[in-house]
């Protein structure tokens, strides 16, 4: 399977707004309204933050903002805080035998 | 609790057989899709299969296609995994994971998941 791609780390201060960018193909990120995002902390099951590219579950943070271009997708985060420095990796469903692709996931840093 | 419990993960030679289990609790079980989702030890996630809410809609990844069989017992709120032929590069911890009820094709729940070691 042909993971997603992410920047493999993306850093911030305080206060800032960061993006996360999630780059696929026609078959999976840009054919479909499909797109999630995810928390991960280490040692915690995955949390999820966005889905159908741009909605917010109960509970998640406003702070958590989802989009699409084409074919990537894109997790910001503003008013970023020491609590959100963590893995993020995304998901999208796919055309074809293999339904669901992941990211291959972003490390962010609050500085 | 709403959760997802994975077990049965261990460490069997190649060629040999493993059944998963993860059993769920804390929500009405009979009216959710789910899936097997692993990660091998370095690597990103991969999507292993994926079963519908009554059992009959199956969809698996090419690469364990005819070797891993899927199930769920609604009765006893549990999903299933029946790994046969197995290979070194199935080593990986797997995951029970949920799809969400909005069909936007989420997951919106998961185990913490149970490892899986094939070698000789």
Partial sequence: QSALTQPASVSGSPGQSITISCTGTSDDVGGFKYVSWYQDHPGKVPRLLIFGVTKRPSGVSSRFSGSKSGNTAFLAISGLQAEDETDYFCASYKRGNTLWVFGTGTRVTVL | ???????GGHLVQP????RL???????????YNFNWVRQAPGKGLEWVSYIGSSGKTIHYADS???????????AKDSVYLQMNSLRVEDSAVYSCVRNDLTGDESFDLWGQGTLVTVSS
């Fill in chain 2, 15 to 18: 060629g040999g057989s493993l």
């Fill in chain 2, 64 to 74: 364990v296609k005819g070797r891993f069989t899927i199930s769920k017992d609604n």
């Fill in chain 2, 21 to 31: 289990s993860c059993a769920a609790s804390g929500f009405t079980f009979n009216i």
């Fill in chain 2, 1 to 7: 609790e709403v959760q997802l419990v994975e077990s």
